[in-house]
């Protein structure tokens, strides 16, 4: 059971590029979460799906999509990338929302340039 | 706009003292997180609050939630250096969004 895992751990982006953070959970959660990190602070909620084909988004979500095909995985997708989404993204999964404990994954480093 | 206000951001103590993190929401919640992160790592989870009263504790951390205060408490009794790390709480709001507060740095000393 390896619980979350995310790819890659680290990325350096020029501006402009796209790429996509890969999120995968194998505990059959049906909650998945994406979050951000900045230096010294807390995290903030990108998007957020509550089951398979369901995604809604969070606190800062533009600039990011995500898509929801199987209970898995759960994929966040960068377009035009800028360095004011340099951060640590962290993805997370709970069995049933938010009355429940989450699991967050190791996280993905990303420096844009 | 929820609101989520730790205090104290930085805490030193010595090895054997109690001490009290507070964690202060703007609007209404009935359900608050606790989560301890190490440098350079993910977070864990350390408590669910999930109702006004809730009190848990787990070895040296003792947590509460006063819904009508809008007030969560983390208690340390008697630190000791492996609970030196960032200690953030986390107010749920909308059903299923979490609003982090900046976090808490424990150092504990020998």
């Known amino acids: 059971n390896a619980g979350v895992t995310q790819t890659p751990k680290f990325r350096i982006l020029k501006i402009g590029q796209s790429m996509t953070l890969q999120c995968t959970q194998d505990?059959?959660?049906?909650?998945m979460y994406w979050y951000r990190q900045d230096p010294g602070m807390g995290l903030k909620l990108i998007y957020y799906?509550?089951?398979?084909?369901?995604?809604d988004k969070g606190e800062v979500p533009n600039g990011y999509n995500v898509s929801r095909s199987t209970t898995e995985d759960f994929p966040l997708r960068l377009e035009l990338a800028a360095p004011s989404q340099t951060s640590v993204y962290f993805c997370a999964s709970s069995p049933q929302g938010l009355t429940e404990t989450q699991y967050f994954g190791p996280g993905t480093r990303l420096l844009v340039l | 706009e929820l609101k989520v206000e730790q205090n104290p951001l930085f805490l030193s103590m010595q090895e054997g003292k109690n001490y009290t993190i507070y964690c202060n929401y703007s609007?209404?919640?009935?359900?608050l997180y606790w989560y301890r992160q190490d440098p350079g790592k993910s977070l864990e989870s350390l408590f669910v609050?999930?109702?006004?009263?809730a009190v848990k504790q787990e070895g040296r951390l003792m947590a509460s939630l006063d819904t009508k205060a809008r007030l969560s408490t983390l208690h340390i009794t008697a630190a000791v250096h492996d609970l030196s790390a960032t200690y953030f709480c986390?107010?749920?709001?909308?059903?299923?969004?979490?609003?982090f507060g900046g976090g808490t740095r424990l150092m504990v000393k020998p």
């Open positions: 505990m059959n959660h049906n909650y």
């Open positions: 609050l999930l109702s006004n009263g």
């Open positions: 986390a107010v749920v709001y909308a059903g299923n969004m979490l609003t």
């Open positions: 799906s509550v089951g398979a084909g369901i995604t």
């Open positions: 609007t209404t919640s009935d359900r």
